[in-house]
């Protein structure tokens, strides 16, 4: 089992930023990809943004179109944290956040991936 604890989320004004973080317990956090997923109210989950597992010498990164350019993935496997940094915020970017992680790279990307943790609230106001 895989326990993930989101945190870092908040109110901040229109052109702001945040950082995310996902806290990873269990087994080898470093063999699992890991993502990020929003829901805003009253619409479906989406897609935010995923990075690969440790092998390798570089990760794989992926974001979705309405976040390239402002959103940045990374993780630091000696601490089993993953980020999300948010930079320029907009109010379309409000929603509650979820990380997700498994070993496959695509599941975690079409959002069946094993574990998720319980999301945090960003708000950006305008």
């Known amino acids: 089992q895989v326990q993930l604890v989101e945190s870092g989320g908040g109110l901040v004004q229109a052109g702001g930023s945040l950082r995310l973080s996902c806290a990873a317990s269990?087994?080898?956090?470093?063999?699992?990809?890991m993502g990020w997923f929003r829901q805003a109210p009253g619409k479906e989950r989406e897609f935010v943004a995923a990075i690969s597992w440790a092998g390798g010498s570089t990760y794989l990164t992926y974001l979705a179109d309405s976040v390239k350019g402002r959103f940045t993935i990374s993780r630091d496997n000696p601490k089993n944290t993953v980020y999300l940094q948010m930079n320029s915020l907009k109010p379309d970017d409000t929603a509650v956040y979820y990380c997700?992680?498994?070993?496959?790279?695509?599941?975690?990307?079409?959002?069946?991936?094993?574990?998720w943790g319980q999301g945090t609230q960003v708000t950006v106001s305008s």
């Open positions: 269990g087994r080898t956090f470093s063999n699992y990809a």
């Open positions: 997700a992680g498994d070993f496959q790279f695509r599941t975690v990307v079409d959002g069946t991936g094993a574990y």
